[in-house]
């Protein structure tokens, strides 16, 4: 069984910085695109980075030049550095292996119970 399970969120000053983790068991990050989505109290789910089984990123533009998706194939681990963090990035985060669908979960996604992200001064 797939097991995903993110840590490092915690309560952070705006402008400070994080990174969040993600491991796996039974599941190889290198063999599968994967993001980083947040669900953000009172609105939908919505995702913040993708790094590609090549290595390429992408981001939204709300979280570009701040965000920074990175994976350490010999821990098995993801990563997610977020910088320049703002008051409206608290959220709870999850590393996924699929974007949302309409602000929701998609059928089949696979992700982790999720680590906090609180943004407050």
């Known amino acids: 069984e797939v097991d995903l399970v993110e840590s490092g969120g915690d309560l952070v000053q705006p402008g400070g910085s994080l990174r969040l983790s993600c491991t796996a068991s039974?599941?190889?990050?290198?063999?599968?695109?994967m993001f980083w989505l947040r669900q953000v109290p009172g609105k939908g789910l919505e995702w913040v980075s993708r790094?590609?089984?090549?290595?390429?990123?992408d981001y939204p533009y709300s979280v570009m030049g701040r965000f920074t998706v990175s994976r350490d194939s010999a821990k098995n681990t993801l990563y997610l550095q977020m910088n320049s963090l703002k008051t409206e990035d608290t959220g709870l985060y999850y590393c996924?292996?699929?974007?949302?669908?309409?602000?929701?979960?998609?059928?089949?996604?696979?992700r982790g119970q999720g680590t906090q992200v609180t943004v407050a001064s």
């Open positions: 996924a292996t699929d974007y949302p669908c309409g602000g929701a979960w998609c059928d089949g996604t696979i």
């Open positions: 790094i590609n089984i090549d290595g390429t990123t």
């Open positions: 039974e599941f190889s990050f290198v063999n599968n695109d």
